[in-house]
């Protein structure tokens, strides 16, 4: 497997004194779906900022697409990678959501014939077509963040990172645009690197970098990493659902796989009804 982003031994602090970032290592696959999942401050949008060469590492390696992020290849790095900040707010450029999609597609230098279709897609993809010809400042958050995901996915960059993009969406909103996410990862191949505190969206990845003080303190694919109950639960994140039911379910002596995944789950409660 072709390894997109690695990093080696990488740390940064804000100031002299303080390590937010203390020697991590990690890679991750091309066309992969991964989460990097940790508690409030425990340096996620850190590292997201750090792979995007918008803060300046203290130390390590941060090798991206096969090139090495130093100054000098900075641009050809970011050109690789789309970002969706957790603030849709300071991401807009354009006067209308029109303008704000299509200014990423002129800077990509797609064929302003096609501009329009591509526009039009995405704003449709993400629930947003009805509004191409308002001004994103006067959005909801909720509407912002959808806006901004439009942005990034028409660019189809290779590496998308999401960091807590959609924190503001109420959970039907947040179903979708994962869902399209997940759809785009398959079909088009882009890795994608979700930044959350989503438990349940890291359930449904292909790998997940657990992250507590600065530290990669576990990681590996969601079965291995989610399941740890006592792990998951000392850095105040809560278990998935389906694991809960599954686990609760075992303790009391019923004979179920335990699972981590809601689908998983309702075939396997099937299974055991249709077993009686
Ligand atoms: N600009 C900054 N200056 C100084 N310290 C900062 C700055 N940004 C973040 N920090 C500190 O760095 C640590 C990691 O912050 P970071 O935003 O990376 O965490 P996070 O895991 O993304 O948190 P959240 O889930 O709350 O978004 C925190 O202790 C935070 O207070």
């Not at 704003?123 to 400042?137: C, I, Q, R, S, W």
């Not at 335990?258 to 075939?267: F, G, P, S, W, Y």
């Amino acid at each position: 497997m072709e390894k997109i982003i690695d990093v080696q031994h990488l740390s940064f602090g804000y100031d002299e004194d303080t390590l937010t970032i203390d020697d991590i290592s990690f890679s991750i696959e091309k066309g992969s779906y991964t989460t990097i999942l940790g508690h409030n401050g425990s340096g996620k949008s850190t590292i997201a900022k750090l792979l995007m060469g918008l803060l300046e590492k203290k130390s390590g390696e941060i090798v991206i697409g096969g090139i090495p992020l130093t100054e000098e290849t900075l641009n050809q790095v970011r050109s690789q990678i789309g970002i969706v900040f957790q603030n849709p707010d300071n991401q807009f450029i354009g006067a209308t959501v029109r303008d704000d999609i299509a200014f990423g597609l002129e800077n990509n230098c797609v064929d302003p014939a096609l501009m329009d279709d591509i526009i039009n897609e995405y704003a449709k993809k993400v629930n947003m077509y009805e509004f191409l010809d308002h001004e994103p400042t006067k959005l909801s958050g909720g509407q912002k963040q959808r806006v901004a995901i439009a942005g990034i996915l028409a660019m189809s960059p290779s590496i998308i990172i999401l960091d807590e993009a959609t924190s503001m969406l109420d959970p039907k909103g947040r179903n979708e645009i994962n869902a399209l996410v997940h759809q785009l990862n398959k079909d088009k191949n882009m890795t994608i690197v979700s930044i959350t505190h989503d438990i349940e969206e890291a359930a449904l990845s292909d790998y997940v970098i657990l992250l507590s003080d600065g530290h990669i303190v576990d990681e590996g694919r969601p079965e291995e990493v989610l399941m740890k109950k006592e792990e998951i639960e000392s850095l105040a994140l809560d278990i998935p659902f389906a694991y809960k039911i599954s686990h609760g379910l075992q303790k009391m002596g019923i004979s179920i796989t335990e699972q981590i995944d809601r689908e998983k789950l309702v075939n396997e409660l099937c299974r055991l009804h249709l077993k009686k």
